[in-house]
């Protein structure tokens, strides 16, 4: 078990806002990572950081950023939100022994 | 490249079957991760395994088991005696190693097999 947090949980917003979603953590794990999920559809990983002040892009093209000045937090922001930013994203931590990735709950956003 | 398969879409049973899930992988590496998580109507991924590629033993956790055969690349999911709160998405995944010993941060994900349990 893993405490990881995401807010908001669901939001609805609409086209050409500025959002970011939150994730944290406590248990002090370098990796973070996100991934995005469309309805019923696999994941993919579309950005991760190792630590402070490390970021990369992953699989997945995103137009989203993030940035890692804490530990503890791992924000994703997209700058103007479109509708086919509707998605599901999830922010997952790993670290420890096993390296094993723990998932938040989730934040479900779509953008009308 | 590495891929992960999972052939079944969706599987439908009644209470108290047993069902097996299937995962096919492809790597070209000789150490890597496997992992199945199961994802509830709310949304969460739960973690449900971990097993390296160096342990072919089956593990079992209740009613859950899986066997990995590596001369197939295979990394079968059998939940037995089936219950309603079993319904999800099951997710496969693959990472591959660090020199370190754990795993690399990209998760390789196969598509999902939804699975209905009917009362």
């Known amino acids: 078990e893993a405490d990881i947090y995401q807010t908001p949980r669901y939001l609805v917003i609409g086209t050409g806002k500025k959002i970011t979603l939150e994730c944290s953590q406590t248990m002090g794990h370098d990796k973070m990572y996100w991934y995005q999920q469309d309805p019923g559809m696999e994941l993919h990983l579309i950005h991760y950081?190792?630590?402070?002040?490390?970021?990369e892009k992953g699989d997945l093209s995103s137009e989203s950023t993030v940035s890692r000045i804490r530990t503890e937090h791992f924000p994703l922001t997209l700058e103007s939100a479109r509708p086919s930013h509707t998605s599901q994203y999830l922010c997952?931590?790993?670290?420890?022994?096993?390296?094993?990735?723990?998932f938040g709950p989730g934040t479900r956003l779509t953008v009308l | 490249a590495q891929k992960v398969t999972q052939a079944q879409t969706e599987i439908s049973v009644v209470e108290k079957e047993d069902v097996t899930l299937d995962c096919v992988y492809e790597t070209r590496d000789t150490t890597y991760y496997l992992f199945w998580y199961k994802q509830p109507p709310s949304g969460e991924l739960v973690f449900l395994i971990r097993?390296?590629?160096?342990?072919?033993q089956n593990e079992i956790s209740g009613r859950y088991s899986w066997n990995f055969q590596k001369s197939t690349s295979s990394f079968n999911f059998t939940i037995t005696a089936s219950q309603v709160v079993d319904s999800a998405v099951y997710f496969c995944a693959l990472s591959e190693a660090t020199n370190y010993g754990g795993s690399q941060g990209n998760l390789i994900f196969g598509k999902g097999t939804k699975l209905s349990v009917k009362p």
């Open positions: 950081s190792y630590g402070v002040n490390s970021t």
């Open positions: 097993r390296n590629s160096f342990d072919e």
């Open positions: 997952a931590i790993s670290g420890g022994r096993t390296d094993t990735q723990y």
